[in-house]
């Protein structure tokens, strides 16, 4: 009898385990999804700003001409970047354990809201050059061209980074829910509930 009940045990543990792997598996695969949506979300933003403005640049003079030059180069960036971003979400992680997959979220989310913070700095830069163009006599269309496009990609990247960041870190609540779910705690006793 003994046997048989330890037996049963391990065959209730065996498959708590192998759920949670599958669990763990599961979460890689979103934070996987997500990524790659995300960079081609900014990849079809590159691409569109850098087709659409390839064709207005010779069209146009002064300030627009400056506006859209600096769009194009913002957008080689922006593209460079969903390329490098995609190409690394195609490579599964080398490991599924829990510090690994949850590392790996704390990781993106962690660039996300620093992204976020640079997204700011960068539309209060594109102010200032946009203030410092009312301000001077060398070139202001230059400026205000430079200012415009800083503003407007500064922006469009705030969003961007901010809608992912929450899109992330709805991913791991819902993962710490799933995986955790039946732990509690009472104040005086600490549990795991087990749902056959």
């Known amino acids: 009898m003994k046997k048989l009940i330890l037996l049963n045990f391990f065959f209730v543990l065996f498959g708590c385990a192998w759920s949670q792997n599958s669990l763990l598996l599961d979460v890689s695969a979103q934070q996987s999804q997500k990524q790659k949506a995300?960079?081609?979300?900014?990849?079809?933003?590159?691409?569109?700003?850098?087709?659409?403005?390839?064709?207005?640049?010779?069209?146009?003079?002064?300030?627009?001409?400056?506006?859209?030059?600096?769009n194009i180069?913002?957008?080689?960036?922006?593209?460079?970047?969903?390329?490098?971003?995609?190409?690394?979400?195609?490579?599964?992680?080398?490991?599924?354990?829990?510090?690994?997959?949850?590392?790996e979220q704390y990781k993106v989310e962690k660039l996300l809201l620093l992204n976020t913070g640079l997204d700011v700095g960068y539309v209060l830069g594109g102010l200032y050059v946009l203030e410092r163009a009312k301000n001077t006599q060398k070139r202001p269309e230059l400026l205000q061209g430079f200012g415009k496009s800083i503003v407007l990609q500064g922006s469009f990247l705030f969003v961007f980074d901010l809608t992912n960041y929450f899109l992330h870190a709805h991913t791991r609540a819902g993962a710490w829910q799933q995986l955790f779910g039946n732990l509690y705690f009472d104040g005086a006793q600490l549990g795991w509930t087990l749902l056959f």
């Not at 933003?45 to 002064?62: C, D, E, F, M």
């Open 73 to 103: 180069s913002w957008n080689a960036v922006n593209l460079s970047i969903a390329t490098y971003g995609y190409l690394q979400a195609l490579h599964p992680p080398g490991s599924y354990d829990l510090y690994s997959v949850l590392q």
């Open 38 to 70: 995300g960079m081609l979300v900014l990849g079809a933003w590159a691409v569109s700003n850098i087709a659409v403005v390839t064709t207005l640049v010779g069209r146009r003079s002064g300030e627009d001409r400056y506006f859209h030059i600096m």
